[in-house]
């Protein structure tokens, strides 16, 4: 679970500081950031796995399309940063299995990572300049974690043994280098493991150390985890094409959702069989979850093809017509998608979808909200079987959804102009609402502008417009609107 994120240097995120909680809305127009802050959060889950020109090139340009690496840069005028810094503070599993199937135990679950990377003109690519990962201590915890939770829930998820840092960064004549602490183990252990980390100069590596293979469960187990919590967090760009398709009984399917959404049937139909004798119930209430979004919903099923080999999702309604996917609208695919998410407690970790409100009639934006936040974890109520450590991070640019969303969940990106070696340029700024958590936390970061929020509220311009046929300015509709200006 990501709690805090500073960023500076990436594309238009220069000095970010943003808090999350269990469910957060970004909203903001095209263009101003709110991309931008997924884009990071999904870097920093590909540096935990992957080299850096290959993380590098998993993040979009304005065109979808694998960005060049300098462009990932802050840039002002012509001239771009030549570094780029992260922060993060996270709540990470207690236990979990490594990719050998091995059992892991974090010694501390609250940890705050730092990375700061630089672009090499030389060579053209990036390189490491400092990394650090350590606890945050069990008693400093609550100051650190601002959203609102109770006692029971943070001392369901956070534990902590020790305060030293696990990975660090120093100097010496030869320059800086990175150092792991050992977390078990005598202290020969730890000083021969010391003596081979300190050969690796931080300009040598290809990747951050939490993504190196030295990482292992036996020596390191919290930083494993740190990095499998860095894994989890996913992007959903839900795509009613990759919905609507069915799934191959013949191939060995994957068992959860793409982040287009793909493999629904197969998600589905596993979670029903993880069900034993009670597969019905899975089918049931995802059926009835559904029925928040349409009314004439009876059932919904996998049929499996036995003979064409396939799987597909069908939907029946209460007179008993059968429709497969390809027959449902998206936004109703969306919601089922979501549906699924939510019965499927395998899927953890940080979710950031975009715009899921797409293809949702505006009346029926409230039920895929509760939804949304049903996928969430419930911060009242331990992390267990029921409530996983799951989180949800949306962004927007719908007045229907900044109007229905909690007020204290709610983020809006906006562009600012600053200056810079005597040139002005536009970075992105995020606020939020006045006497809620993040406000009363972070004192210095000025809250959103009521005219802003009153934009979302009340999004419809007013002009007259002589012999105007609008639907706006029909009389019989004029007094059910609220009050224009013309000012």
Known sequence: ???????????????????????????????????????????????????????????????????????????????????????????????????????????????????????????????LLREELDPIELGDASNHILFPHEKVWLDSIVIGESASSLISTKKNEFGAYIETRVEHGDDFD???????????????????????HRINVAETPTVL????????????????????????IKFNTPTQLGKDGSHLPSTLYNLSKANGNDESRVYQALANRLSELIDDVS?????????????????????????????????????????????????????????????IHPARIPAMIKLLKYIAVDARLPVEEGNPLRQVIINTHSPAVVAQVPDDTLIIAELRETIKDKKRFKIARFNWLADTWRADNQPTIRPVDKGTILTYLNPVAYESETNSDRVIDREDLQKYLPSYSED
Not at 329 to 342: C, H, K, P, Y
């Open 299 to 359: 059932e919904i099923s996998v049929d499996r093809d036995e003979k064409r080999e396939l799987m597909t999702l069908e939907l029946t309604d209460r007179k008993g017509t059968k429709f497969a996917a390809r027959d449902l609208s998206d936004g109703t695919l969306r919601f089922l998608a979501a549906a699924v998410i939510e019965a499927d407690e395998q899927m953890q970790g940080l979710l950031c979808i975009e715009e899921p409100e797409n293809g």
């Open 225 to 248: 985890m740190a990095k499998k919590e860095m894994q989890s967090w996913r992007l959903l760009l839900l795509d009613p094409l990759a919905l609507r398709k069915s799934d191959d």
């Open 1 to 127: 679970m990501l709690t805090r994120l500073k960023v500076s240097g990436f594309k238009n995120l220069v000095d970010v500081d943003v808090s999350f909680g269990p469910f957060t809305c970004i909203a903001g127009g095209n263009g101003v950031g709110k991309s931008n802050l997924f884009d990071a959060i999904l870097f920093l889950s590909a540096l935990a796995e992957k080299p850096f020109m290959d993380a590098a090139m998993l993040v979009r340009d304005n065109n979808g399309t694998p960005s060049a690496i300098k462009s990932l840069f802050h840039r002002h005028g012509d001239n771009y940063d030549n570094k780029m810094t992260f922060e993060t503070e996270m709540i990470v599993s207690k236990k979990g299995i490594d990719d050998l199937g091995q059992e892991v135990k974090a010694s501390n679950t609250f940890l705050r990572y730092s990375l700061e990377l630089g672009f090499n003109e030389d060579k053209g690519g990036i390189e």
């Open 190 to 212: 730890e000083r021969v493991f010391h003596i081979l980390a300190k050969s690796i100069m931080t300009k040598s590596l290809p990747r951050t150390m939490l993504s190196s």
